[in-house]
C-alpha cells in the first residue's frame, strides 16, 4: 500500500505547527513511524531529523534518544553524507545527563563514537573535549572536568564546525566553576558575557538567571537583585526556560506571589512521566517554597498544578505542609538516584545549597 500521500500530508500539517510545542512531536511521530511501515530510508531519515529537533526543543528528550540510533545506522550502511545528524547528536548527548537510569558508561560510549565520527571526517577534537568537560563536571568528577578543559583551551583557536558557541562555551565553564566554589573564576568566566563581548540566542539571559543565586550564596543580595532585574528585562519570549534560580531569588527575598508565577511558566511536566533532572530542580524549588511558607506562618497556599500531580484539586489550594512532605520526598528519591549513577553527592548537596542560602 503506498502511504506516500498521506505521509505529505502529516508531514505537511507539523510544518505550519510551532516546531518547539508538543503537538508537533506528536503529529511528526506519526509521520516517523507511516516512513518505516514504507520502509523507505529516505522518509525515515527526514522525518526522523524533525522529529528529533521538536522534540529536543519541547523538552521530549527520549524520543530523540530512542530514534537516533536507528538514524544513524541508516546514514551508516547507506552513501548518505557522514555529516547528517552530527548536531542532532550533540543535542541528544547533551540530553543524556537528564536521566538517572542512563549509565556513564553509556554516556562516555555514545562521545566516543561521536567522536569516531568527527573524525572520518577530519574535524578535530575540539567539540570531543568540550562534550567530555560538560560530562565530567555534571558527573561532579572535578579533577576530570578540568583536564578536559585545559584539553579542550589547546583547540581554542582552532576551527571546528561543530562547536558550541563561544558564550555557551564560557557560560558552561561558569557553571563548573560554580560546582566546585571558585567563585572568583565563576566571574572571569561571566566577564564576556556581562560586559557584552560574547552572546548568543539565550545568553546573556542564562547567565543573569544563574547569577541570581550565585550571589545569594554569597550574601551579595545587592548583586543578586540587579542580576535578576537583569534577566526580568529580557525575559520575554523566553517563559519558563531559566525561571529556576530567579524563582529560588524571589523565595528568598519572600515575593511568595511572584515567585509562584515565575514557576508557573515552566512547570510544564508530568508527574506521570519518567522524572528527570528538570523535574528535579522543580521539586528543590518548590520545596524550599513550601519550607519558607511554613516558616513564616502560611498553612495553605494557592499553586496550579496539572491534573496529573497526585494530590490535585480544583480549587489549586494546598496545605504547605502536604506540599512541603511531597517535594521533600520527590527531591531526596530522585537526587539519591542521580548520585547513584554518578558515583558521588553532587547532586544531593544542592538541598545544602539552596537550604542555607
Same mark, same amino acid.
Given at each position: 500500500?503506498?502511504?506516500?500521500?498521506?505521509?505529505?500530508?502529516?508531514?505537511?500539517?507539523?510544518?505550519?505547527?510551532?516546531?518547539?510545542? $508538543?503537538?508537533?512531536?506528536?503529529?511528526?511521530?506519526?509521520?516517523?513511524? =507511516?516512513?518505516?511501515?514504507?520502509?523507505?530510508?529516505?522518509?525515515? *531519515?527526514?522525518?526522523?531529523?524533525?522529529?528529533?529537533?521538536?522534540?529536543?526543543? @519541547?523538552?521530549? /528528550?527520549?524520543?530523540?534518544?530512542?530514534? =537516533?540510533?536507528?538514524?544513524?545506522?541508516?546514514?551508516?550502511?547507506?552513501?548518505?553524507?557522514?555529516?547528517?545528524?552530527?548536531?542532532?547528536?550533540?543535542?541528544?548527548?547533551?540530553?543524556?545527563?537528564?536521566?538517572?537510569?542512563?549509565?556513564?558508561?553509556?554516556?562516555? !560510549?555514545?562521545?566516543? !563514537?561521536?567522536?569516531?565520527?568527527?573524525?572520518?571526517?577530519?574535524?578535530?577534537?575540539?567539540?570531543?573535549?568540550?562534550?567530555?568537560?560538560? =560530562?565530567?563536571?555534571?558527573?561532579?568528577?572535578?579533577?576530570?572536568?578540568?583536564?578536559? +578543559?585545559?584539553?579542550f583551551y589547546e583547540f581554542s583557536l582552532d576551527y571546528n564546525p561543530m562547536s558550541s558557541c563561544k558564550a555557551c562555551i564560557a557560560h558552561d565553564v561558569l557553571?563548573?566553576?560554580?560546582?566546585?566554589?571558585?567563585?572568583?573564576?565563576?566571574?572571569?568566566?561571566?566577564?564576556?558575557?556581562?560586559?557584552? %563581548?560574547?552572546?548568543?540566542?539565550?545568553?546573556?539571559?542564562?547567565?543573569?538567571?544563574?547569577?541570581?543565586? #550565585?550571589?545569594?550564596?554569597?550574601?551579595?543580595?545587592?548583586?543578586?537583585?540587579?542580576?535578576?532585574?537583569?534577566?526580568?528585562?529580557?525575559?520575554?519570549?523566553?517563559?519558563?526556560?531559566?525561571?529556576?534560580?530567579?524563582?529560588?531569588? +524571589?523565595?528568598?527575598?519572600?515575593?511568595?506571589?511572584?515567585?509562584?508565577?515565575?514557576?508557573?511558566?515552566?512547570?510544564?511536566? %508530568?508527574? *506521570?512521566?519518567?522524572?528527570?533532572?528538570?523535574? $528535579?530542580?522543580?521539586?528543590?524549588?518548590?520545596?524550599?517554597?513550601?519550607?519558607?511558607?511554613?516558616? !513564616?506562618?502560611?498553612?495553605?497556599?494557592?499553586?496550579?498544578?496539572?491534573?496529573?500531580?497526585?494530590?490535585?484539586?480544583?480549587?489549586? #489550594?494546598? !496545605?504547605?505542609?502536604?506540599? /512541603?512532605?511531597?517535594?521533600?520526598?520527590?527531591?531526596?528519591?530522585?537526587?539519591?538516584?542521580?548520585?547513584?549513577?554518578?558515583? /558521588?553527592?553532587?547532586?544531593? @548537596?544542592?538541598?545544602?545549597?539552596?537550604?542555607? $542560602?
Open positions: 500500500m503506498d502511504y506516500t500521500i498521506e505521509y505529505n500530508k502529516i508531514m505537511s500539517g507539523a510544518g505550519r505547527l510551532n516546531e518547539y510545542d $508538543l503537538s508537533s512531536v506528536n503529529i511528526l511521530k506519526k509521520a516517523f513511524n =507511516l516512513a518505516q511501515k514504507m520502509n523507505d530510508d529516505e522518509l525515515i *531519515l527526514e522525518s526522523g531529523e524533525a522529529l528529533i529537533e521538536a522534540s529536543i526543543f @519541547s523538552d521530549e /528528550n527520549l524520543t530523540a534518544i530512542s530514534i =537516533l540510533p536507528k538514524l544513524l545506522t541508516i546514514v551508516d550502511k547507506s552513501s548518505i553524507s557522514d555529516d547528517r545528524f552530527l548536531w542532532e547528536y550533540k543535542w541528544v548527548l547533551e540530553t543524556l545527563l537528564e536521566y538517572p537510569h542512563i549509565s556513564k558508561q553509556q554516556m562516555f !560510549d555514545a562521545l566516543n !563514537d561521536m567522536r569516531d565520527r568527527h573524525g572520518k571526517l577530519g574535524y578535530n577534537d575540539k567539540v570531543y573535549y568540550e562534550h567530555l568537560f560538560h =560530562l565530567y563536571y555534571n558527573l561532579g568528577m572535578k579533577e576530570e572536568a578540568q583536564d578536559s +578543559l585545559d584539553k557553571l563548573y566553576y560554580d560546582m566546585f566554589y571558585m567563585f572568583d573564576k565563576v566571574m572571569e568566566a561571566a566577564e564576556p558575557i556581562l560586559n557584552g %563581548s560574547l552572546s548568543c540566542n539565550n545568553k546573556p539571559i542564562a547567565t543573569y538567571s544563574y547569577l541570581t543565586v #550565585v550571589y545569594l550564596k554569597k550574601r551579595d543580595y545587592k548583586s543578586a537583585a540587579k542580576m535578576f532585574n537583569l534577566y526580568e528585562k529580557k525575559k520575554k519570549g523566553y517563559a519558563g526556560k531559566f525561571n529556576i534560580d530567579p524563582s529560588i531569588y +524571589l523565595i528568598k527575598m519572600k515575593e511568595y506571589t511572584k515567585a509562584i508565577n515565575e514557576l508557573k511558566e515552566g512547570n510544564r511536566f %508530568s508527574y *506521570l512521566k519518567i522524572k528527570n533532572r528538570n523535574y $528535579l530542580k522543580y521539586c528543590y524549588v518548590y520545596w524550599y517554597l513550601a519550607h519558607n511558607l511554613i516558616q !513564616d506562618g502560611f498553612k495553605e497556599v494557592k499553586i496550579t498544578f496539572s491534573k496529573d500531580f497526585p494530590f490535585y484539586d480544583s480549587s489549586n #489550594v494546598y !496545605d504547605t505542609h502536604l506540599l /512541603n512532605d511531597f517535594f521533600k520526598k520527590e527531591s531526596q528519591t530522585l537526587a539519591n538516584q542521580f548520585d547513584l549513577r554518578n558515583g /558521588n553527592r553532587s547532586v544531593s @548537596s544542592f538541598e545544602n545549597t539552596i537550604f542555607n $542560602l
